[in-house]
């Protein structure tokens, strides 16, 4: 990964996914805060190839947490509802996945998928109104986990997110 050029994009291809495009300052976030695996597959715009993210020069991955290979795999009932400690951490199961927002209007859920998540804020994709959204976590009033009928392998896939957040009066404001 070439840091001389500050305008090269990249995306990232994990688990049939592909990330949408982002500078080296969010790829680098994005890989220390684990969003990015070390086996995902990292390509620079205008490249053909792809390259694992493990072998890029300049991207940190957290460590691994400890874990005991000994003991049997314990089978708890609160595991398909896990706890989160932080919202960054609920929202991040949730990362490229569509999420629903009020960000216009109070009374009024859009459709958006879930881009990134940071240290003081979240990331967003509004395509019905072809907007990028970054929204501070202090704009959060709740986040509600909706169950869904159908049973996935991971909690994402078996929930759905529903975000409702002060309502930003930047999206009715008039271009000069």
Same mark, same amino acid.
Not at 92 to 112: G, K
Not at 162 to 167: A, D, G
């Given at each position: 990964?070439?840091?001389?050029?500050?305008?090269?994009?990249?995306?990232?291809?994990?688990? #049939? @996914?592909?990330? *949408?495009?982002?500078? $080296?300052? %969010?790829?680098? +976030? !994005?890989?220390?805060? #684990? @969003?990015?695996? *070390?086996?995902?597959? $990292?390509? %620079?715009?205008? +490249? !053909?190839?792809?390259?694992?993210?493990?072998?890029?020069?300049?991207?940190?991955?957290?460590?691994?947490?400890?874990?005991?290979?000994?003991?049997?795999?314990?089978?708890?009932?609160?595991?398909?509802?896990?706890?989160?400690?932080?919202?960054?951490?609920?929202?991040?199961?949730?990362?490229?996945?569509?999420?629903?927002?009020?960000?216009?209007?109070?009374?009024?859920?859009?459709?958006?998928?879930?881009?990134?998540?940071?240290?003081?804020?979240?990331?967003?994709?509004?395509?019905?109104?072809?907007?990028?959204?970054?929204?501070?976590?202090?704009?959060?009033?709740?986040?509600?986990?909706?169950?869904?009928?159908?049973?996935?392998?991971?909690?994402?896939?078996?929930?759905?997110?529903?975000?409702?957040?002060?309502?930003?009066?930047?999206?009715?404001?008039?271009?000069?």
């Amino acid at each position: 990964m070439s840091e001389t050029t500050e305008t090269a994009r990249y995306r990232i291809r994990h688990n #049939g @996914q592909i990330s *949408p495009w982002m500078n $080296v300052d %969010q790829l680098k +976030q !994005a890989t220390m805060l #684990g @969003q990015v695996p *070390p086996d995902a597959m $990292v390509q %620079q715009a205008g +490249q !053909a190839e792809w390259h694992q993210a493990a072998g890029i020069k300049g991207l940190e991955f957290p460590a691994p947490a400890d874990s005991v290979d000994d003991a049997p795999p314990v089978k708890d009932p609160v595991e398909h509802h896990p706890r989160f400690k932080t919202l960054r951490e609920l929202l991040t199961n949730f990362l490229h996945c569509p999420v629903s927002i009020n960000l216009v209007e109070a009374n009024q859920f859009d459709q958006a998928e879930l881009l990134l998540c940071c240290e003081d804020h979240f990331e967003i994709n509004l395509p019905t109104r072809k907007v990028r959204a970054f929204v501070p976590y202090t704009r959060i009033k709740a986040i509600a986990s909706i169950e869904l009928e159908e049973q996935g392998n991971k909690y994402r896939d078996s929930h759905t997110v529903r975000i409702e957040v002060e309502p930003c009066t930047v999206f009715t404001a008039t271009g000069d």
